[in-house]
């Protein structure tokens, strides 16, 4: 069983930056597609970047170029660095495990002067 605890979150600038960190326990994390996500206030929550195990990677349009995930498989964690931060950006960031669907609890950010 896959368990995630994220961390990193706070309050920042508007263009400031932020690393937020997911440690996951579980074997199959090396394997596996991990995913951030974020929602933000009344709205849904919505998907912000993915990377595979082989460290391809995809994002959503509104963070492309300032949001870069990455991973370190040997210590089973998987990073997104937040540049450039606006206040739209405000949320709880998630991630998730494809493989066993696992979510963790999430990391509030909140960018705001």
């Known amino acids: 069983q896959v368990q995630l605890v994220e961390s990193g979150g706070g309050l920042v600038q508007p263009g400031g930056s932020l690393r937020l960190s997911c440690a996951a326990s579980g074997s199959i994390f090396s394997i596996s597609v991990m995913s951030w996500y974020r929602q933000a206030p009344g709205k849904k929550r919505e998907w912000v970047a993915s990377?595979?195990?082989?460290?391809?990677?995809n994002y959503a349009d509104s963070v492309k170029g300032r949001f870069p995930i990455s991973r370190d498989n040997a210590k089973m964690t998987v990073y997104l660095q937040m540049n450039s931060l606006k206040p739209d950006d405000t949320a709880v960031y998630y991630c998730k495990n494809a493989r066993s669907g696992a979510w963790g609890q999430g990391t509030q950010v909140t960018v705001s002067s």
């Open positions: 990377i595979t195990s082989g460290g391809v990677t």
